[in-house]
């Protein structure tokens, strides 16, 4: 199911039972799926127009009146375009607000070099109070929404609207904050995040076929990061590649490496966006132009196994 | 060519831009043509070999999205060749479904993330009163959905207590935006009021009537010491019947063969 279809019905039933809840949008409700909330909820959806500053201070006013609003639109208009209304009204004054970041990355595609932001995790990483998730598919975002709306605090997540293809089976278990592991193995970590885990799960295969054996972490989580799953897995591997759609300042890669260099100094390698500026183009040229392939994938924890290994 | 003609020929361009990619932001690029065509026949002081002459007209085209309106008009006066319209969000191009400073010959500002680009245009027309330049003009055309940002009013604000009159805003006032009507989404008012409450002087023309259109623009360009603004009244898809039916869902939508063919058979 498309994850903004599979977003809206969860809502709905959240909604039902939590007459808290408020939708906001700036323009996108139809684009991100929320339109069909408005004749359900017309005193909790609100439609702000095409002024996302302004919503996000809504939002925070209605926090702190006891609501949790949900606020949404493309990743860059939810976060870097509004980022000192967020570490303000939001972040700093402890508020319970849910920002929704919609096509994240090279997921924006023919939306192109405006649309396409890979500074999310960075910005929202900094700010105290805040919770950040990259969500896969609708199993995960049906089963992490209760957690999300229950949650005391700020909780950033991106999803991608039209992303339709199945990850998790029905009986898929989300645990708060808990990585995912995916399959296990004893010569390299692959910690994936969002839905690169895709790719990531190919690479698994493909290294599998030249003898290596890859143990995958799926990662829901960015902040706070399941520290004890990262650091089990590179303590039995003793190499991490990292693996997500976005910079690779500030994002997946610097949370694991700050957790490494800390706690259990290990070779990690990164499979992110290197300081490219942002372009417009179908997915899967994205995905070339950016080394973000499962080639990209299993390529670079080949190389950083054969340099190990000697 | 008349202004009249031109704007067909950029209806035409701006559907082969689009059908080359299938799909993309089909009425606010057609509501647009009419403008583009009267400024570029009229009053753009450009030279297409030399696009970042100094000594030149600027647009900066706030509703970026409506990128391939203008890369019709300026593949048409030889700013580049036809056949990069075929070229629209494939890897590489250079030309992004929203405008780029970068990569376009003839694009004067960056735009696609909304509300930035009066600001933008002040800082052209600071820079062009720096250097002395008392000829040229920085046109500005914005959608009126995008008038709800807060920035736009910044930019106003500021273009009239500096006495910017070297700043015209065109408003693409299509009364649409992605989730239905401006009125029912979040009402705008009378935008010429409240243009005029933030120094400017104003008209309001039919957008796609040419002589009007030139005239407005010819008014704006009197240098009297305060911004000008020219609320346009637009249909959203001008032009092509199924567009201009299908109301805010135009926005963003399929230019299949057919329907291509079909609007090419209106487009004469
Ligand atoms: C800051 C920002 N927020 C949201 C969007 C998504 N968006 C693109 S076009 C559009 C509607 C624009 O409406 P309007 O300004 O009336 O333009 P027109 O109808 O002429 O196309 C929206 C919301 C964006 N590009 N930038």
Known sequence: ?310 | MTAKNFSTEIRRATLRCLHSQGSGHVGGSLSVADALAVLYTHHMDVDPQNPKRPQRDMLVLSKGHAGPAWYATLALKGFFPMDWLDTLNKIGTKLPSHANLTLTPGVDMTAGSLGQGLSCACGLALGLKAQGDTSHFVYVITGDGELQEGQNWEGAMFASHHKLDNVVVLVDNNKLQIDGETQNVCKMEDLEAKFRAFGFETTRVDGHDHQALHQAICNAKVRNGVPHCIVMDTVKGKGVSIYEQMGASNHSTTVNDEQYALALSELQ
């Not at chain 1, 999803?159 to 990850?167: A, G, T």
């Open chain 1, 1 to 310: 199911m498309e994850l903004r279809k599979a977003y809206v019905a969860e809502m709905a039933r959240l909604m039902k039972q939590n007459d808290k809840i408020f939708i906001l949008d700036a323009d996108l409700s139809g684009a991100g799926g929320t339109k069909t909330l408005y004749q359900q909820f017309p005193e909790r959806c609100v439609q702000c127009g095409i002024a996302e500053a302004n919503m996000t201070c809504i939002a925070a006013g209605l926090s702190a009146s006891g609501f949790v609003p949900f606020i949404h639109s493309f990743a860059p208009f939810s976060t870097r375009r509004v980022y000192d209304q967020i570490a303000v009204s939001i972040s700093y004054s402890e508020q319970n607000v849910k920002i929704v970041g919609f096509d994240p990355g090279i997921e924006t595609t023919y939306n192109g070099g405006t649309h396409m932001c890979f500074e999310d995790f960075a910005l929202m990483r900094a700010l105290p109070n805040f919770v950040v998730m990259d969500i896969v598919d609708d199993v995960q975002l049906t089963k992490a929404l209760p957690h999300i709306a229950q949650h005391q605090g700020s909780v950033y997540f991106r999803m991608v609207r039209k992303q339709n293809k199945q990850f998790f089976g029905e009986d898929y278990n989300f645990q708060w904050g808990k990585a995912d592991k995916i399959c296990s193995g004893s010569d390299v970590t692959i910690v994936a995040t969002g839905t690169t885990v895709f790719d990531a799960k190919v690479a698994v295969e493909k290294l599998a076929q030249v003898g290596i054996s890859a143990e995958l972490l799926a990662i829901h989580t960015v902040k706070p990061l399941d520290e004890q799953a990262i650091l089990q897995s590179a303590q039995k591997t003793g190499i991490v590649v990292t693996v997500e759609n976005h910079s690779v300042h500030g994002g997946l890669y610097s949370a694991v490496c700050e957790l490494l260099s800390a706690k259990h100094p290990t070779l990690c390698g990164a499979i992110a966006v290197h300081d490219q500026i942002s372009q417009v183009g179908s997915l899967n040229d994205l995905k070339i132009a950016y080394h973000l392939t499962a080639d990209d994938i299993a390529s670079k924890a080949q190389q950083l196994v054969q340099a190990k290994r000697g």
